[in-house]
């Protein structure tokens, strides 16, 4: 078949233009790209059984398009049937499947686009899409052990604020009622607290609104370019947690990498497409800045280490990697490592942060009681006769 034969084309952007990393196109998109609804669902969840199912028939020896057909009519999802259709109408009018890919770079992004471009241009079209498989599924894994594990600290903590927003709008109203029969000033904590429920009582729409609007600039700041950088650094220098975002983003980094290795994307390519698969600027900006010193001639490992945030240990398997010539094999050795010390920080955390909660929520609400009951111990003082 024409479509799945002849030579693709080279990427627009030169592999050592770093400048062309910031284009919009990596971040979702360019103008006149087409706009997918539920983008963001079809690629944690349709992608990688798409891909799964898509490397299966391929390996079959089934072509493109009769396997997107086959694929076309088992989609549930309305939105990304359309694509699959449109993906499958390019391929019929001439088009590679990496480029018919590029139509919709909010549902397949540059690293799925290349490692398709560059199997391809090696012959390896259904060896790849098994490469990009296994990648989207040990990425959903991770994604789910992270998202299991601070889904239980995350409830109890909702529910902690729910319960002392309560007290605090119904049952402290009750004592300071009971206070004002004292006639007498108030102990500072009783007041503090008191004021506080007079505050959410009366003013609530206020409250609400002043939160909301702090939230929307706390939000605007951290998707500008300065504020996304500054956060990020902020998450991987913060206590504990820290570490463990350090260690996602250095498995994602691995992990892409050692795919885009195997598929035979140039290595220019490959470090300017996982710069933004480490999902952390800090850690995606040493590879960014890494990328003229390869292009000059150093080795990938020199590159990391010059701005010392890469642990030592990761550039020193991929000094033995560069030493072997098994770079890709060193990769995913690492991104096996991290994802196992990942997995094993979660489980600490999880039961770590469990009693820390139910400690921290008794702590609270122990001293709203005994700020209530404060006025109560001191009645000889504070009582007017």
Known sequence: MAATTRPARSPAAPAGNVAAVATPARFGGSKGSKKTPGSRKIKLKELPTFTRQLAAMLSSGMPVVHSLTTLEDQTINQSFKTVIVGVRQQIEGGAMLSEALKAYPDVFDELYISMFNAGEQGGMLAE????????????????????????????????????????IIWIVPVFANIFKEFGSALPGPTQVLVDVSNLLRHYAPGVVLGI?????????????????????????????????????????????????????????????????????????KVVLDGMPAVERGETLSAALDKPKIFPRMLINMLVAGERTGKVDEMM??????????????????????????IVGIGIVIGLIVVCMFMPIFKLPGIIKF
Do not use: H
Request: aromatic share 10%; charged share 20%.
């Open 128 to 167: 790849t899409a098994a490469r990009i498989a296994l990648y989207l599924e040990a990425s959903a894994r991770l994604r789910r052990k992270v998202k299991s594990a601070m889904m239980y600290p995350s409830i109890v903590l909702c529910l902690a604020v729910v319960i002392v927003t309560c007290m």
């Open 332 to 357: 995913q050795r690492i991104s096996e490592f991290y994802n196992d010390e990942v997995e094993t920080m979660l489980g600490g955390l999880t039961s770590l942060l469990e009693p820390l909660l």
């Open 212 to 284: 909301v609007f702090i939230g929307a600039l706390f939000s605007k700041w951290k998707k500008s370019p300065s504020g996304a950088f500054m956060w990020d650094k902020f998450k991987l220098n913060f206590p504990v947690l820290g570490e463990m975002n350090r260690k996602v983003g250095l498995a994602r980094f691995a992990q892409t990498f050692a795919q885009l290795s195997r598929s035979g994307v140039p290595i220019l390519k490959a470090m300017e497409i996982t710069a933004f698969a480490t999902g952390n600027k800090v850690l995606g």
